[in-house]
């Protein structure tokens, strides 16, 4: 499928795919969303509630969410285990053109994000002595994750209108599963039918104000008690 890199309205970098008209991040600011929805409602929240922060991201892709969690975890000494299922990486050619690391202030960013898209796949590898990687070309429907593991979940996939495959009770079920009580999960897509799927799960949710260019999203949270209607 044809990829081709654009600018978003904060100046940073996306892939469109223009036979899906569909973008790896939102076209009114890719690191703008990032921070707000994953970083800011996500890695923050969790960051002093574990000596440990094990990472899921459901949609690698770029590396942008990864990027970002690894500046975070040395800015704030913090250890994290990051697990990235993508099914179909992108290419270097595609990878030479994001401006990602000339736009996060922070001196190793370049070479942090090289060493993100050159670690190899399929086997966990140190980035820095605090970050540990693991990336699988797998899709989440395949994949086995271990049970009561995860603390913070990105859910970044395609949106339900592109993959409505992933964004299943099904899916859902499995990620909750392979969750620690209070941990959470957070994505941007705020539709009903994937507020349901995440209920009828177990998850408590909240709806949080939203970055540029959308109103609001979600924050889901894995409570011992489950869900009641």
């Not at 600011?29 to 899921?56: P, T, Y």
């Not at 859902?172 to 799927?197: E, H, P, W």
Request: net charge negative; proline share 5%; charged share 25%.
């Amino acid at each position: 499928m044809r990829r081709e890199v654009i600018t978003t309205a904060d100046g940073s970098s996306t892939i469109f795919l223009p036979e899906l008209n569909e973008c790896y991040h939102s076209t009114h600011g890719a690191i703008n969303e990032a921070m707000h929805i994953f970083i800011d409602a996500g890695f923050r929240v969790m960051m002093n509630q574990k000596s440990k922060l094990h990472i899921l991201e459901i949609g690698f892709g770029t590396g942008l969410n990864a990027l970002l969690s690894l500046i975070e975890s040395i800015k704030e000494n913090k250890e994290v285990f990051y697990h990235g299922i993508e099914p179909f990486p992108v290419d270097k050619c595609e990878l030479d053109q994001i401006n990602y690391p000339e736009l996060i202030e922070h001196p190793l960013s370049k070479d942090l994000f090289e060493k993100l898209h050159t670690s190899v796949w399929e086997k966990p590898q140190a980035i820095t002595p605090t970050f540990e990687l693991l990336k699988v070309k797998q899709r989440i429907e395949d994949i086995h994750l271990s049970t009561d593991f995860f603390d913070l979940v990105y859910f970044d996939a395609f949106a339900p209108t592109v993959q409505p495959e992933l964004w299943q009770k099904e899916i859902f079920q499995k990620i909750f599963l392979s969750m620690t009580n209070g941990g959470i999960l957070v994505t941007y897509s705020c539709k009903g039918d994937v507020k349901r799927a995440l209920k009828a799960c177990g998850f408590n949710l909240e709806k949080l104000p939203g970055p540029t260019g959308k109103r609001e999203f979600l924050r889901a949270t894995k409570d011992s008690a489950p869900y009641i209607e």
